[in-house]
């Protein structure tokens, strides 16, 4: 059996995070973590010193299997990374013929100051909740030269697209709630216990003020960009834009540079359409793909998002977007055919990066399901666990293992089968329980989504912001550690009290809100900068802020 591995287990994974981490090679270090998982399951299969002697090199083998299988195995993961391909394209194209420029000469006399690009960034990633993959692609690609021009570094960037676009796709008719909907559904069809409790349908929607690492989330976001408060490491990298103008940090690795990569757009005129006739095709395309494949006569919304196909309406309207931008070029006279398709191979070029991290991340990923990772975890909080700490326990159960293996699906897919009954039971048979769960369930896989390295939703945020990946690991994982301690305080304060959301999300607000004042003023003090900087111009003399 994969328990059998026990604490071994959880070497592969948390030996790439830390590698990852210490060296700042993501690549390198996901590799080592998966070649080490190999030489760990071809060790246990060893039955002489002579092959045990050669684990280093049969290890390899299996390491290899498990990133061929990444690959080609999963068609979920394959349709991803067309997606990632395709969406890569449309980027180029849209860069290549000043669809970017255009937005960002559309909204420079607007979106005017720091604060106001931050601002515009953080409720574009709330609007568009259908998908987290497509928030990054299209939030960031229309926000980063505005963010670059208001001398924004490019950690701050990841971190608004990343802490709204996961949270967010939890609360909408998304792809994200359907999933979770099926699991909760088919928990309850495991215990025979449906029609004794709400629908699963009704359960999550009961969840949703229980999910607190996410409504936390994309409160302190507006709280970070509103007062323009920063603290641990991103108070570093806000502090080295605004001096010096440089939005990543000197040697960083930016999972892309567009001008690097592909070069100054191809006309100084640019036209609006041509970054807003792609983008609408895209989203068009998705819904409207999403809605066709899950509709059935008598479903409700929901019903049809449970059934859709949404990684297949992904990669339709990524399509949609790189031939809507072509034909734009082609019919601007901007670009022949040559020059066109040229630029989409560039596209692919410049998610190359991107679409190798993330294949490795899927590799630890069967690492960790070989080796048992998350039943070994979850078997050591079934010891503990009582009623007034099982949202916490849950919390942070499912934050051990989204961290350890990069994936919030994944961890749901481990947690909520075992945490949905263990709260019917713990809980006294009480659906306000199981609601709770799946709330915890929820905040705990996302909060480690957003600290991992190896999560392809980070990925993605380094990816469309143009940031070095690890930097923006580093520069999050304070604020992250800083909401989920917030999260912890609100499950602590119904696990005493019994009281409700409408006590526990304002009490955790006023919280959140006073940390922030707080660490900001004792970080900028300790380094001997501006806790709220901006008076107008930015250090380096250009406009900064309102």
């Known amino acids: 059996m994969a328990s059998d591995f026990g604490a071994l287990s959880l070497v592969p ?15 390198l270090s996901l590799f080592l973590g998966v070649w080490i998982g190999g030489a760990i399951v071809a060790g246990a299969a060893a039955d002489t010193v002579l092959e045990y002697a050669a684990t280093p090199f049969t290890g390899v083998i299996e390491a290899f299997g498990w990133i061929i299988s990444s ?12 997606f ?7 980027i180029a194209l849209l860069w290549r013929l000043g669809g970017s420029l255009a937005v960002a000469q559309f909204a420079r006399s607007r979106v005017d100051s720091h604060r106001r690009v931050g601002i515009v960034t953080w409720l574009f990633g709330m609007v568009w909740f259908f998908d987290d993959y497509a928030n990054t692609a299209i939030v960031g690609s229309a926000m980063k030269d505005m963010a670059d021009n208001m001398q924004m570094s490019r950690e701050k960037l990841a971190y608004i697209l990343d802490s709204t676009a996961a949270p967010v796709a939890t609360f909408g008719i998304s792809s994200w709630v359907a999933f979770q909907i099926g699991l909760v559904q ?18 999550f929607l009961w969840s949703i003020p229980f999910n607190v690492y996410c409504l936390f989330a994309l409160l302190m976001v507006g709280i970070v960009v509103v007062t323009q408060r920063d603290f641990g490491e991103m108070l570093d990298a806000e502090t080295r834009a605004r001096r010096t103008g440089n939005v990543t940090r000197e040697n960083a690795n930016p999972l892309q540079s567009m001008k690097e990569d592909l070069g100054n757009p191809v006309t100084d005129n640019p036209r609006l359409r041509t970054f807003v006739f792609p983008v609408t095709v895209l989203v068009v395309v998705v819904i409207g793909g999403a809605a066709w494949t899950g509709y059935a006569p008598g479903r409700d919304a929901l019903g049809i998002a449970e059934n859709a196909d949404f990684t297949g309406a992904l990669v339709w309207g990524s399509f949609g977007m790189v031939a809507t931008a072509l034909t734009l070029g082609l ?20 998610m190359l990066h991107a679409v190798s991290i993330l294949v490795l991340a899927w590799s630890i990923g069967s690492v960790a399901t070989a080796l048992g990772t998350g039943d070994y975890v979850t078997g050591i909080a079934e010891g503990f666990v009582s009623p007034m700490m099982l949202p916490i326990v849950i919390l942070f159960t499912s934050a051990v293992i989204s961290f350890s293996i990069g994936t919030s699906w994944g961890t749901m897919s481990l947690v909520t089968p075992v945490a949905v009954p ?54 999050q994982m304070y604020y992250a550690v800083t909401v989920i301690s917030v999260a912890t305080l609100a499950y602590l304060i119904y696990g005493v009290t019994g009281l409700g959301p409408a006590v526990f999300l304002p009490v955790g607000a006023v919280v959140l809100f006073s940390l922030v004042y707080a660490l900001s003023e004792f970080d900028a003090n300790r380094k001997d900068v501006p806790a709220k900087p901006f008076d107008g111009t930015t250090e380096s003399g250009t406009v900064g802020d309102d």
Not at 71 to 82: D, H, L, R, Y
């Open 13 to 27: 994974p948390l030996l790439a995070i830390a590698l990852a981490i210490i060296t700042r090679r993501a690549m």
């Open 71 to 82: 690959i080609g195995e999963s068609t979920f993961q394959a349709k991803i990374i067309v």
């Open 84 to 90: 990632t391909f395709l969406l890569g394209a449309g």
């Open 186 to 203: 088919t928990a309850y069809e495991n215990m025979g216990i449906q029609g004794d409790t709400p629908s699963a349908t009704a359960t």
């Open 331 to 350: 019919i601007d006279d901007h670009i022949d055919l040559e020059e066109g398709m040229e630029t989409v191979l560039d596209g692919f070029g410049i």
């Open 422 to 475: 263990l709260a019917w039971s713990i809980g006294n048979q009480s659906p306000e329980m199981i609601a709770v769960a799946v709330g915890a369930v929820f905040s705990g896989s996302i909060f480690g989504d957003h600290c991992s390295p190896i999560s392809d939703t980070t990925i993605l945020s380094s990816t469309f912001a143009g940031s070095d990946h690890i930097d923006h690991v580093r520069t």
